[in-house]
C-alpha cells in the first residue's frame, strides 16, 4: 500500500475511518442542491468502491464510506465524470447551506440558491484558523438555523404600507406574528418596532397594498457542538446585495486576522469582544 499525506487527504475531504485504509469521502455541494447526473456518479462510486450506500450529513452533504485507500484517484475521476468533485475538511470554509428558498417556497424572501453558489465560489475551501460555516435561510421560518453558522443569513422583507390600496380586512393583521399590525375600528396600524421583516403581511394582502424591499438579516458568531453559541446581530437589515458581500468579506477578513489557532469564530468573539467586530461590519457596510 501506497503512502499518504494523511492530512492532504482531510484537507480534500477524505476523512479517516477507524477501519485501517478506508476513508469516508465528503462531496462538494452547494446549497443542498445535487443534480440526477451527479447523484448517478454518487451511486456508481457507492457501489464500485464502497459498502452500496451513502451518509447525508446535518450540514446537506454527502459522505461515500469506506472508500480504500488506494482507489482514491479512481474515486475522484469517476465523480470528475458526473461533474461532482470531493468537499472539504478542516480549518477552511466549509459547505454553504441553504434552504430552498423564493425559488420554490411560498416563505421564501430572498434566492438561497443562487446566493449560496455566489459565496461557495468567493469563499469555499478558503484558508483560516479553524473552520468557518455559513447558512442561508429563506425567511423567518428559519429553516437552516442562521443562528447557529459562524455567518447565518436570513432572508426578509421591509415593507411599506399603501393605505390607498387597503381595504381593512385584517387579513395581515392575523398573519402577523410579532402582532406588529392591529386592526381597530377599521384601521391598520403598524408598529415598525414590531416588525422582525418576515413578509407574511406582504404575501397575505389580497389587494397588494404592501410595497416590499428583499433583503438580509445577519447573525455573526453561532456555534453548535460542545459548546454552544447562539449568532447575534449588528445591522438589522441589509438590502442592498453590494453592501452584504462587503459586510461578509469584513467577516472573513476580520476571523483571519483575530483567530488563534483552531479557535472557533465564537470564542475569537467571546476573547476580543462583540463589539470589535460590530465596528468592522458597520464600517464595511457604510463604505460599500
Known amino acids: 500500500m501506497a503512502t499518504y499525506d494523511i492530512a492532504a487527504l482531510k484537507k480534500g475531504g477524505f476523512m479517516k475511518q477507524k477501519q485501517k485504509g478506508k476513508f469516508s469521502l465528503r462531496l462538494g455541494i452547494v446549497g443542498g442542491q445535487v443534480t440526477a447526473e451527479q447523484l448517478a456518479a454518487v451511486l456508481e462510486v457507492a457501489n464500485r468502491y464502497g459498502h452500496g450506500y451513502v451518509h447525508l450529513t446535518a450540514r446537506q452533504g454527502i459522505e461515500i464510506p469506506f472508500i480504500d485507500i488506494d482507489q482514491i484517484e479512481e474515486v475522484k475521476a469517476a465523480l470528475a465524470k458526473g461533474h461532482i468533485a ?99 375600528d377599521g384601521k391598520i396600524t403598524i408598529d415598525p418596532a414590531k416588525c422582525n421583516f418576515c413578509g407574511r403581511c406582504a404575501y397575505a394582502c389580497p389587494t397588494d397594498a404592501y410595497d416590499y424591499t428583499r433583503g438580509y438579516i445577519l447573525t455573526f458568531g453561532g456555534n453548535f457542538g460542545n459548546n454552544i453559541a447562539m449568532g447575534e446581530p449588528v445591522i438589522p437589515f441589509i438590502e442592498d446585495h453590494d453592501k452584504l458581500m462587503a459586510v461578509c468579506d469584513a467577516t472573513i477578513k476580520f476571523f483571519a486576522e483575530n483567530a488563534k489557532p483552531s479557535e472557533r469564530f465564537a470564542f475569537t468573539l467571546k476573547r476580543v469582544g462583540f463589539d470589535k467586530l460590530a465596528k468592522v461590519v458597520r464600517e464595511a457596510y457604510e463604505s460599500a
Not at 155 to 180: F, H, M, P, Y
Request: charged residues 25%; hydrophobic residues 30%; positive net charge.
Open 86 to 184: 470531493p468537499g472539504v475538511c478542516g480549518p477552511r470554509v466549509r459547505t454553504i447551506t441553504a434552504c430552498q428558498g423564493m425559488a420554490t417556497c411560498p416563505n421564501g424572501c430572498i434566492d438561497t440558491e443562487g446566493l449560496a453558489k455566489e459565496l461557495n465560489d468567493r469563499y469555499f475551501g478558503r484558508e483560516l484558523p479553524h473552520k468557518f460555516k455559513f447558512g442561508v435561510t429563506g425567511c423567518q421560518n428559519n429553516c437552516l438555523k442562521a443562528e447557529e453558522n459562524d455567518l447565518g443569513i436570513k432572508g426578509g422583507l421591509k415593507v411599506d404600507w399603501q393605505e390607498d390600496k387597503c381595504i381593512s380586512c385584517g387579513v395581515c393583521a392575523k398573519t402577523c406574528r410579532t402582532n406588529a399590525i392591529t386592526l381597530k
